[in-house]
């Protein structure tokens, strides 16, 4: 590194950057965040390096975003990507004021209620619900933008099968709810969910329902571990005599029966099967690995071996029958 300026030397000496822990204060809420500081090299005093320093407040805005479950900027962008939509024509559509995403995109960050309002844009349905009721808050330039966004996003839902739509969309509205600890600050997320089930079908070997109960509820609780801020399919989960299970999930794979998977009842429960094949395309690496880490760990287990096991955590020995399953627990989840 270049030699930098140092006040109490009065002149320019070489530098040690050390990687340490500090604690800093941001929203009312103590940051703890591994930073770089450098220090000169004559008297040990601690030196300022803009570059530095501007890189240690990203880092201490991540990590409370992440701790918090506070939408990024970059989430942000991809949002106003997916909808062909500007900042100043979502604030006004969701009826808030015109610079308020301007400034979020610029690095404030936003409230809880902010937050979980653009999280839950994330799911088209959610977004459609906002543009009918108050469409007529944009120009027609940016309500024509909008539509032929939403068109193409209908387009491959639908992908020319008018009953998958359908059932795509009553799932959209029965799991749709606000971003917040119990479903892992994650809207649902149709796609994710039924590819997570795909993944774990494609080997072939039998899956029972409440086997893929166990699946889905290690799999979002992991990458809510890892991530240390949001879950993958944006289920919710409760406490159940046989483990966690998703929320209303005889529903969730009622409707993708005989058109992603099919359901047979046999002596030892529920099989599910595959009628599509798994795609990796809506998966980030991050989120791969979760899925591969999850499957090696119970590869070849019974939905019983399964049930067990899960009664072990933290998350089923603190709660009661009936009981949401809070993603706090994911601290404690015994994979990693």
């Known amino acids: 590194m270049n030699k930098v300026y140092c006040y109490l030397c009065d002149q320019s000496s070489e530098v040690t950057v050390k990687k340490e822990e500090e604690i800093h204060t941001i929203k009312g809420t103590p940051v703890k965040c591994e930073v770089e500081n450098a220090y000169c090299g004559q008297c040990g005093s601690k030196v300022y390096i803009p570059a530095l320093n501007d890189a240690n407040l990203d880092r201490m805005d991540h990590t409370y975003r992440r701790q918090n479950g506070i939408i990024t900027v970059q989430e942000i962008e991809e949002i106003l990507r997916q909808y062909n939509i500007g900042a100043k024509p979502l604030a006004a559509m969701l009826g808030w004021g015109e610079v308020t995403i301007l400034r979020y995109l610029k690095g404030q960050i936003p409230?809880?209620?902010?937050?979980?309002?653009?999280?839950?844009?994330?799911a088209p349905y959610v977004f459609s619900?906002?543009?009918?009721?108050?469409?007529?808050?944009?120009?027609?330039?940016?309500?024509t933008k909008v539509l032929r966004a939403m068109e193409g996003l209908n387009t491959k839902l639908i992908g020319g099968k008018d009953e998958l739509y359908e059932r795509s969309q009553r799932l959209s509205q029965a799991y749709h709810m606000q971003p917040d600890i119990y479903n892992g600050f994650v809207p649902f997320n149709l796609e994710k969910m039924v590819q997570v089930i795909l993944f774990?079908?494609?080997?072939?070997?039998?899956?029972?329902?409440?086997?893929?109960?166990?699946l889905l509820w290690y799999?979002?609780?992991?990458?809510?571990k890892r991530s240390q801020r949001q879950a993958l399919t944006g289920l919710c989960y409760k406490h159940n005599i046989y483990g966690p299970v998703p929320l209303w999930y005889s529903y969730l794979y009622g409707s993708l029966d005989d058109v992603y998977i099919t359901l047979v009842e046999d002596k030892y429960g529920t099989q599910i099967g595959a009628l599509a094949d798994f795609s990796t395309d809506v998966?980030?690496?991050?989120?791969?690995?979760?899925?591969?880490?999850?499957?090696?760990?119970?590869?070849?287990?019974?939905?019983?071996?399964?049930?067990?096991?899960?009664?072990q955590e933290t998350a089923y020995r603190q709660t009661t029958n009936g009981q949401f399953i809070s993603f706090e627990y994911a601290r404690d989840l015994s994979l990693s």
């Open 111 to 122: 409230d809880r209620a902010h937050s979980n309002t653009l999280l839950s844009l994330k």
């Open 129 to 143: 619900r906002y543009f009918k009721q108050k469409q007529e808050r944009l120009t027609p330039v940016a309500r």
């Open 200 to 214: 774990f079908l494609k080997s072939g070997d039998p899956v029972y329902e409440t086997g893929m109960n166990k």
């Open 219 to 224: 799999v979002d609780m992991l990458c809510y």
């Open 283 to 311: 998966f980030s690496d991050d989120e791969l690995d979760v899925l591969e880490t999850v499957a090696n760990n119970f590869k070849g287990w019974s939905a019983k071996k399964i049930s067990q096991y899960s009664h």
